[in-house]
């Protein structure tokens, strides 16, 4: 097949010059100086027809109003995450789980050692850190039947994401992920088209597998085997995997068509600034 032909078979876009493109992303004050700051301002910069939601918190008022107002004037959408009552309904159904640092009252020993080397261990104990995704996007996606994708918060823009190509990332489906060769999906980018078919039941169930406690089932209690468990489901919507293949640390942005519009600094605030133990 020429390159002509292949030009003229690829899909056309079909999404409406008008649909809604909401990203959401989540941090707390030190996060925010982290990286967080830097991943509002670029996106921003770069995608101004894009909406950018943000879900913030910090143990000081005054600096948590610091940070609202600094991100209302870049344009974002700031939302407060201790005034969403699904946070706080799961850490008193969770609390027995979750690290007294966190607001829980597991015991220090539940989860002996510090830093991403303890495997399966880090993954339960920083839960709570993680299931901060699961209340932010249950909260952008209300009343909302467009295009929504989750960004870590130590992702950055460094160039324009055309709509075409954010379309094409779905391929038709109604989720995009990234996973290529890793045991588990890498979930610092991922995306939901709320219009198709069992995206809504998809993010749906990976809340109630928290709430019901589902995940210590599992040796693992992140978002990431979550997200892959219950796209394994028959009532799942169709996804599509972006990634060839995972390189440095397990990243796998860098082997995904979105490369050239943003990047993911994985491990930045636990191998690289020691934030997450």
């Not at 690829?10 to 990203?23: I, Q």
């Not at 918190?57 to 700031?78: F, I, K, W």
């Amino acid at each position: 097949m020429s390159i002509l032909d292949r030009v003229l078979r690829r899909p056309r876009t079909s999404w409406p010059t008008d649909r809604t493109v909401r990203f959401v992303t989540s941090f707390n004050d030190v996060f925010y100086d982290a990286s967080g700051r830097r991943c509002v301002e670029t996106f921003r910069e770069y995608n101004p027809g894009f909406e950018i939601w943000t879900y913030i918190e910090a143990e000081d008022p005054a600096r948590l109003a610091t940070m609202e107002a600094q991100l209302d004037a870049m344009g974002a959408t700031v939302v407060k995450l201790n005034g969403l009552p699904l946070l706080e309904e799961f850490r008193q159904v969770a609390h027995d789980v979750i690290p007294k640092g966190m607001g829980g009252s597991a015991p220090d020993g539940m989860f002996p050692g510090d830093g991403p080397q303890t495997g399966d261990v880090w993954f339960r104990k920083n839960m709570f850190r993680w299931f901060r995704k699961i209340v932010a996007l249950d909260h952008a996606a209300r009343v909302f039947d467009e295009v929504l994708c989750w960004m870590d918060c130590d992702c950055f823009s460094k160039a324009a994401l055309p709509r075409e190509k954010l379309e094409r990332a779905f391929g038709g489906t109604g989720v995009f992920i990234m996973k290529g060769n890793r045991v588990h999906s890498e979930t610092g980018l991922v995306g939901y088209d709320l219009a198709e078919p069992g995206v809504r039941w998809l993010l749906d169930a990976m809340k109630q597998h928290y709430m019901s406690r589902g995940f210590e089932r599992l040796n693992r209690w992140d978002d990431c085997i979550t997200l892959d468990i219950h796209l394994a489901d028959a009532r799942a919507p169709r996804h599509r995997d972006l990634a060839k293949r995972a390189v440095g640390h397990g990243d796998v942005l860098p082997t995904t068509m979105l490369a050239p519009y943003l990047e993911h600094q994985k491990g930045l605030h636990s191998r690289g600034l020691g934030l997450v133990r």
